[in-house]
């Protein structure tokens, strides 16, 4: 790559990113979505662009100012995509196909959740959100509960994963938290691109300060302000209410109180099980990510990067 720190012209009011900067930040953008099979647009490009706050134009220069492609990218159909990884293309396809078959089942079950006992926010998370769905995948999701309520909470979300799968519907809600645990430990790459692609199906004041409180991401894709896209917000009704007023007594709170034992229990038994495993399990939370995703994907990003 040519070294040129020349400034790239922007009408935006942004920093001026260096052209070599800029380039450098899209090859590793176009990278890290190739660990996961997936070709980028201009505007994902833009969106998701690693440590770089450009503008859309200066972006969309760069990708056809004709010194990226073709030794450091290949386009193709409108993506964007490393050398030799054509075939990607017809992959992301395929697997659009199947997310708009998922999305559907996603939403409902998302508003059932949403109306459970405790329940304050949904968002589908994974790689749902990007469109990017293999036949065999499941739905994961972010879950944000009362303060106080996330193992009762939980107990109610675990019935309608057992219904879903009756539906041959696989629910993953593998991160349930409390409104009072709301900032996320791990800063890096992928949780940055995790809380970039959330789409909340309900709770948006606390999607945003979920988002808010995590600006730490900002550092990491600068331009990846909201959510990727939305739903109609779902409310509140009366039964969830209704449901609740028992549930705030002492015998909730002890009923609270025996089920984190009990699951926390079994779920530090399946952990000890467990090769690959970032779960951690407390009263404010219960994180369910037993495949590791998170540090083999960095591991991964950082020998290609290298």
């Known amino acids: 790559m040519v070294k040129n720190r020349t400034s790239v012209p922007s009408s935006s009011g942004r920093p001026h990113p260096s052209l070599v900067d800029l380039e450098a930040a899209v090859v590793r953008t176009v990278t890290y979505a190739d660990l996961f ?6 505007a994902q490009v833009h969106r998701y662009l690693e440590g770089v706050p450009a503008s859309q134009e200066n972006v969309a220069a760069v990708l056809a100012n004709g ?16 050398p030799d990884r054509q075939e990607i293309a017809a992959l992301r396809q395929e697997r659009e196909q199947i997310a708009q078959r998922l999305w559907s089942k996603a939403v409902r079950y ?7 006992p405790f329940v304050r926010m949904v968002a589908v998370t994974g790689s749902l959100t990007m469109n990017n769905a293999e036949s065999d995948g499941d739905i994961d999701y972010l879950i944000v509960t009362e303060n106080g309520r996330v193992w009762l909470s939980r107990a109610f979300i675990i019935a309608i994963v057992r219904l879903a799968r009756r539906d041959q519907v696989e629910l ?8 009072k645990a709301l900032e996320f430990p791990d800063r890096n790459l992928y949780v ?19 988002r808010q409180i995590n600006q730490w991401a900002d550092d990491f894709l600068p331009n990846a302000a909201g959510p990727p896209h939305t739903f109609a917000p779902i409310r509140r009704r009366w039964p969830q209410k209704a449901a609740e007023l028992p549930l705030r007594t002492p015998v909730g709170h002890w009923l609270e109180q025996w089920e984190m034992t009990r699951k926390i229990r079994k779920l ?16 404010d939370w219960c994180k369910g990510h037993f495949d590791g995703y998170n540090g083999r994907t960095m591991h991964a990003y950082r020998q290609r990067v290298d």
């Open 37 to 42: 099979n997936y070709p980028l647009t201009a």
């Open 67 to 82: 010194r990226l492609i073709p030794h450091q990218l290949h386009h193709q159909n409108g993506y964007f995509m490393l």
């Open 110 to 116: 998302g508003r059932i959740l949403a109306h459970l």
């Open 172 to 179: 993953c809600p593998n991160y349930i938290l409390s409104a």
């Open 192 to 210: 940055a691109h995790e809380l970039a692609q959330m789409v909340p199906l309900s709770g948006l004041t606390m999607y945003r300060r979920i």
């Open 268 to 283: 530090q038994r399946q952990e000890a099980e467990t090769e690959f495993t970032e779960t951690d399990f407390s009263p």
